[in-house]
Every structure is written in C-alpha cells, then in structure tokens.
C-alpha cells in the first residue's frame, strides 16, 4: 500500500462479516488521487463493497463507480471518462517472513493485500482498482485531427538530405 494514503477507509476484520459498506471520496480526497494517479481531475469515486470473512482473511467484491477527466494522449484536450469497475480483492495477515518462492495464480484468484494488526484499508484498495482501470492511452474526439497535424506528422520539416539531391555525386 502506498505511504500517502489518499482515500483511507479502515475497518475493523474482526467487525466485518457479511458487512455492506458503502464508500466515497470527498472533495480533497478525489483532489489528491487526481494527482496521484497524473490526471486532471476525479469529480467522484464512489463503491459498494460486500465483505465476507474467514478467520484473519476478508475478500472484499463490490462495484466501483468513478467520474475522472484525463488529458487526451494525442490532443492533450481534456476527456471526460466514467468508470465502472466490479472488483475483488482479499485482505490477508502480513506474513511473518516473505520468501522469493514463485506461486502460480489462476483467473479466479484475486489481488490480495497484506494488512498488520486488526484493520484493513478499503479506501486504498478503491483508489488502487481505479488507477488499473484508468486508460492511459485514452484519446477524444479532436485526436484523429491533431495526428493529421503536419507538425506531428514531419511534413513541414525540412529533409536533411535534400540539399544532397542537387549534388553530382558519383
């Protein structure tokens, strides 16, 4: 998890079977993904999450519903995105010792996060679910226009080796 927890959200693993939550980002907070993830704006960041516990370990699903503006990869024109994004992660006891041991996962597995103590921080897992769902090569509508753009596509550049074409070189 990261050191600058943005949107925390702690809870208790030991007061949340079956639990219904409902999360959303203020203001500042969604001023400060924004920033975190190199976007423009987040006008909301909002889940529904149902957590489900066995023993230390919560699987959290639910459905992450978000409003961002990003730049536009080609224009750099500012592109409205909504986002909605089912998840689930796990919640699982920070390990005692970490080995370099390699494990293979199937589709079925989810992310799991690491936690210490007796809470875990579902804001963080949000935030970390819309920063993979964010398109980093997203382009608007104006983007087929500037890729036209001589500027962009070296039309209006002078060949280096145009002044060599006169030349009788044998």
């Known amino acids: ?3 600058a927890n943005e949107f925390p959200r702690m809870f208790d693993v030991r007061q949340c079977e079956g639990k219904q939550v409902h999360i959303e980002a203020n203001e500042a907070e969604r001023a400060a993904l924004a920033s975190r993830f ?3 704006r987040v006008d909301r960041l909002e889940a529904d999450v149902l957590l489900s516990r066995r023993d230390r370990e919560v699987d959290a699903a639910g459905m992450l519903v978000a409003d961002i503006v990003q730049a536009c990869a080609v224009s750099a024109e500012d592109l409205p995105v909504s986002v909605r994004e089912e998840f689930t992660v796990r919640f699982v006891p920070e ?3 970490h080995t370099d041991e390699e494990i293979e ?3 079925e597995d989810c992310d799991e996060i690491e936690y210490s103590g007796t809470h875990f921080d579902l804001g963080e897992a949000v ?3 819309l920063a993979l769902a964010i398109d980093p090569f997203a382009t608007g509508p104006q983007a087929d226009e500037v890729r036209r753009m ?6 209006d550049k002078e060949n280096p080796f145009a002044a060599l074409k ?3 070189l044998k």
């Open 166 to 168: 006169g030349l009788n």
């Open 105 to 107: 996962l199937d589709a």
């Open 38 to 40: 190199g976007i423009v």
């Open 127 to 129: 935030a970390q679910s």
């Open 95 to 97: 390990a005692q010792h």
């Open 150 to 155: 001589p500027e962009l596509s070296g039309e």
């Open 1 to 3: 998890m990261s050191e």
